[in-house]
């Protein structure tokens, strides 16, 4: 079906308050043509409004803002990415229509809202979702040769260190983490074709490794007990260690267990994953990941380093292979336990305690901490199932507080780049600037539930966010130094206000990690969200509760924050936020101040969005008595008239004076 008259917009779900932004829209009339999805804009700041086409570079393009400027018009010159700037100047949702040669067409949806008529909480919402959507275009507009077929990849290290693969891989759960996976419609999300290449890329480059039971266990689990037992999937990319972990990521993110690797891939294994399933790819690289941890070693054993199974291990590489573990379990992927029995052997070597009392990890033998490491050692002391009030714990985290906003705390020597970076006057060469840095301490602060650290120094606001919470420090930060958003090349996070690491300044690779910082998940998302109670009524000027559930293909998502969003009835526009706990439930409280009718509410994290729900408000109804008090009421005015009657007679007729 083509034409303006075939166009239908469903608008889904949405990563934040008040927002449009990440949603996956549009039931596209048409697959020849392909829009950004529904965002948010704010009056008077220019936005990027794009598309794309099957249809031929020479077709024409027409761009329609939907407030009544002039159309962008003009020759497709690329066909995978038709883009420009608008800037609307006044408030309202627009349509934005792209039209091929005349005839075929697709919509998306603008919210323009005015920053003066905004509360401070409701203004940083929307920063935090533009950003969010103007991150994820970098990624899109970055691949490498994004109309290659099958299979795109992001840009090896600007250094030459051959991360390719780990920098195509976290690009693409940047995107999975938001919603846009690769089982989505490719009619109706813009972004599941180079996720789905992503993966193809990944896929295409997996080698066989032979794996065989180690001293500590068999690490050959999961997978069919055949000819092909011992065949695990490592990726080719140097460092194998680290892209392999990295890999995993990707699969696990995909929400994808079923599905299937198609014909024509596996340029390094035989075509030996053509056919199989992406949860059995998965448990082959777990299995992988799993024998390549080091067998022995004082200050090594249980660790992980560049290479496989070679007997060294590092404090940042670890952290790699524990959150491919911890992603692969969340996924459905049986990871033996004695993979968590060897690992504690390593953390308990390397974990480094400097004079403060504070605890970090040390590279390879202790002499210093790290930052970085910092976030890995919590990491791994999640998988280790150590409680959140366990010493180890609380002396980590206290490390992260007290070195938040201090350059080289006790005397460490890692940092992204000197001097600090541009674009942060409190900020730490060795946190914020540091996208791995960040990174680690995210994920380890995530998966435990922390909100708060003393050393922070955040203020409170706006709103109801309180005072050193960590995380909305690391989104000031992002909302801060995100570069060029509103061209049609920009939209990255990359030096000079943000570096990958101390060695290495890949722009896709840090946009990719602040894309990750700025999702709603501390592990992967989920496949399904519901809300209930389904129907509810109560008196003007009360509470209601509504519960959302998030699961990845029937197991609780745990970590994973969820916005809730009245959008229609006397309420609408009240939102607010819940982060789901072990069972994968989150709760939300709201109280009515719109007076009588009938709200609908949805939650949604990312791209993805719950059933809708509805509140009936009724004001209380007038009084009508009982029977029983309508007995009363008779049985008064039946006495009231006989003793009017009674005195009547006692006084006789009433004369004149």
């Known amino acids: 079906m083509t034409g303006l ?38 009056k008077g700041t220019a936005i990027v409004v794009w598309g794309n086409t099957t249809l031929a570079n020479g077709s024409t393009f027409d761009i329609d803002f939907g407030d009544a400027t002039a159309h962008a018009t003009g020759t497709v010159t690329d066909n995978t990415y038709i883009a420009t700037t608008h800037t609307y100047n006044t408030a309202g949702n627009f349509i934005v229509t792209l039209t091929i040669n005349g005839t075929d067409s697709e919509t998306a949806t603008v919210k323009v809202s005015d920053p003066a008529l905004l509360s401070a909480f409701d203004l940083r919402n929307i920063k935090i979702n533009m950003a969010i959507e103007d991150g994820l275009r970098f990624l899109y507009f970055n691949q490498v040769n994004r109309s290659s077929t099958p299979t795109t990849q992001w840009h090896d290290s600007g ?118 399933t992406y949860a059995e790819i998965l448990q082959r690289q777990i299995n992988t990941v799993v024998w390549g941890a080091a067998d022995s070693g004082a200050t090594t054993e249980g660790g992980f380093r560049y290479g496989l199974d070679d007997n060294q291990s590092d404090g940042s590489a670890i952290g790699w292979a524990v959150l491919a573990m911890l992603d692969a379990t969340a996924a459905g992927a049986t ?169 290495d300044t890949n722009t896709d690779g840090i946009t990719a990690l602040a894309e990750l910082i700025l999702s709603p998940v501390a592990l992967i998302a989920p496949t399904t969200l519901t809300l209930a109670p389904l129907t509810d009524t109560n008196p003007v000027g009360g509470q209601h509760t509504v519960t959302a559930t998030a699961l990845n293909n029937g197991q609780p998502v745990a970590g994973a924050t969820i916005t809730f969003t009245v959008t229609a009835g006397p309420n609408q526009g009240t939102t607010g936020q819940a982060v789901t706990d072990a069972n994968g439930n989150a709760s939300f409280i709201y ?61 006789g007729p009433i004369s004149p004076a």
């Open 5 to 42: 008259a075939a166009r239908k917009l469903a608008v889904l779900g949405c990563t934040a308050m008040l927002a449009l932004t990440a949603c996956v829209s549009l039931a596209f009339a048409s697959a020849t043509v392909r829009v950004m999805p529904n965002r948010d804009a704010l």
């Open 159 to 276: 250094g030459g260190l051959g991360y390719g693969i780990s920098y195509t891989s976290l690009a693409v759960l940047a995107f999975e983490n938001h919603g846009h996976v690769a089982t989505n419609d490719p009619n109706k999300d813009i972004y599941q074709d180079v996720v789905q290449r992503g993966l193809n890329f990944i896929f295409d480059r997996l080698s066989i490794v032979t794996l065989t039971s180690e001293p500590a266990g068999d690490p050959r689990v999961g997978v069919p007990n055949d000819a092909d037992l011992s065949k695990g999937l490592g990726s080719t990319s140097f460092p194998a260690g680290y892209s392999t972990s990295v890999a995993a990521l990707a699969v696990a993110g995909a929400n994808a267990p079923t599905r299937t690797v198609a014909a024509g891939l596996g340029v390094n294994n035989s075509n030996f994953v053509v056919g199989k």
């Open 335 to 503: 990871v033996p336990a004695f993979a968590a029995t060897e690992l504690a052997k390593v953390i308990a070597a390397t974990t480094c305690t400097p004079a403060n009392g504070d605890q970090s990890l040390a590279y390879t033998t202790c002499g210093q901490g790290n930052f970085l490491r910092t976030g890995v050692l919590l990491q791994a002391l999640k998988f280790m199932n150590v409680a959140a009030n366990d010493s180890r714990v609380t002396k980590a985290t206290s490390y992260l507080s007290n070195a938040w906003n201090v350059f080289h705390p006790n005397g460490e020597s890692f940092s992204c780049s000197t001097p600090i970076p541009v674009g942060t006057t409190t900020g730490s060469a060795n946190n914020k600037g540091c996208a791995y840095a960040m990174f680690q301490a995210f994920k380890g602060l995530k998966l435990y539930g922390i909100q708060t650290l003393p050393g922070v120094g955040r203020a409170a606001g706006p709103g109801a966010i309180v005072a050193n919470d960590w995380y909305e420090d690391y989104r000031d930060y992002l909302i801060q130094n995100q570069q060029n958003p509103n061209t049609t090349s920009g939209g990255q996070w990359a030096p000079n206000q943000m570096f990958w690491s101390c060695c």
């Open 591 to 651: 109280t009515d101040s719109g007076g009588a009718g009938t709200d609908t509410i949805v939650a949604s994290i990312g791209a993805l969005t719950s059933n809708e729900v509805t509140k009936t408000w009724q004001n209380e109804p007038t009084s009508v008595p009982t029977l029983s008090e309508w007995a009363q009421i008779l049985m008064m005015t039946l006495l009231a008239l006989v003793g009017l009657w009674a005195l009547r007679r006692r006084g």
